[in-house]
């Protein structure tokens, strides 16, 4: 195992802020994957995050938020004064009650909600619940994902193709139709999109082109969206140290220790990283004049789009 100071080695873009870079330990998760089993654990507190009051009695729904991007969110917007309601898997559920314990630390509601989004009633149970028990819904953060790579589009299986989409654009789809019904002016839709929506990866045809269907779906509901004062907007991050790649079946735990080492800054993303991104894009206070842009959050890489 190794130490937490070689697990901190300094970045090669940024040494004054110390995270951990490969190689990681060789370790391979049970899908869907549990953050209480990954090693290094993710980061997800931020420190160094100073909260201003940006979400004050706002409501979200964040699914997925029981671990990774999700749960540094949730823990975020909780700082900023948000309740929050996380969807989750029932394997899920140890994580989820950790991200619970976190929100509620914060002197902030929290609300587990466990189901599969592949499932398009509990879709809008989702939404349903999270009004039920706040009387509103203020942001929509579809963030759940499924993802395995393959070697070649041979090996996509029509089951685990229709798995894919059904987790990651047609949930979007369906919490965003019925987060509608219940949104007001100044409302937010944010979605997690992927650096290979935008540049593809060879090794993830399902995934990658759930992630384009993500963007181009955001653009044109932030179109359909804007007269009724309600702003539609992605993120975009590149590899993050989530459960998500550890448990991906592709993923040997050799290419696991490496992951994330092809990026300009050497390393993947913390999820306390990514996190900033989602309360800007929900804050009315920074981002009330940005609506269908994919916001790139991708360690140095660069593209268009």
């Not at 940024?14 to 391979?28: C, D, I, S, T, V």
């Not at 559920?93 to 976190?102: F, H």
């Not at 798995?163 to 409302?187: C, D, E, Q, V, W």
């Not at 004062?229 to 550890?246: E, M, S």
């Amino acid at each position: 195992m190794k130490t937490e100071a070689k697990e901190r080695k300094k970045s090669p873009i940024n040494p004054g802020h110390p995270e951990p870079a490969p190689p990681f330990p060789k370790q391979h998760l049970a899908k869907p994957g549990l953050e209480s089993k990954l090693q290094p654990l993710p980061r997800y507190q931020a420190d160094e995050y100073r909260a201003a009051g940006k979400l004050v009695n706002k409501v979200a729904l964040i699914t997925g938020g029981d671990s990774g991007i999700g749960r540094a969110v949730a823990v975020l917007y909780a700082r900023e004064g948000a309740d929050v309601a996380i969807g989750h898997l029932a394997a899920e559920r140890s994580d989820a009650e950790q991200t619970k314990r976190d929100v509620e630390a914060h002197e902030q509601r929290c609300l587990l909600i466990e189901g599969d989004l592949t499932d398009a009633t509990f879709c809008d149970e989702t939404v349903e619940r999270t009004v039920n028990a706040f009387g509103k819904l203020d942001i929509l953060v579809s963030n759940a994902a499924h993802q395995n790579r393959k070697e070649s589009l041979e090996e996509v299986t029509d089951e685990e193709f229709d798995r894919t989409f059904k987790t990651n654009i047609y949930a979007y789809f369906r919490l965003a139709r019925a987060a509608l019904r219940y949104m007001k002016p100044g409302s937010s839709i944010i979605v997690t999109s992927s650096v290979t929506g935008i540049l593809g990866s060879a090794a993830l045809p399902d995934y990658s082109a759930t992630k384009g269907a993500i963007n181009a779906l955001t653009k044109t509901l932030a179109q359909s969206l804007v007269e009724r004062g309600i702003r539609v907007n992605a993120v975009a991050p590149g590899p993050v140290w989530t459960p998500l790649n550890a448990a991906d079946t592709g993923a040997s735990p050799e290419k696991v220790a490496e992951f994330g080492s092809n990026v300009p800054m050497g390393r993947p993303a913390q999820p306390e990283e990514l996190a900033p991104a989602y309360v800007f894009l929900a804050s009315n206070a920074d981002s009330s004049y940005i609506t269908g842009t994919v916001l790139q959050v991708m360690g140095g890489e660069t593209a268009g789009g």
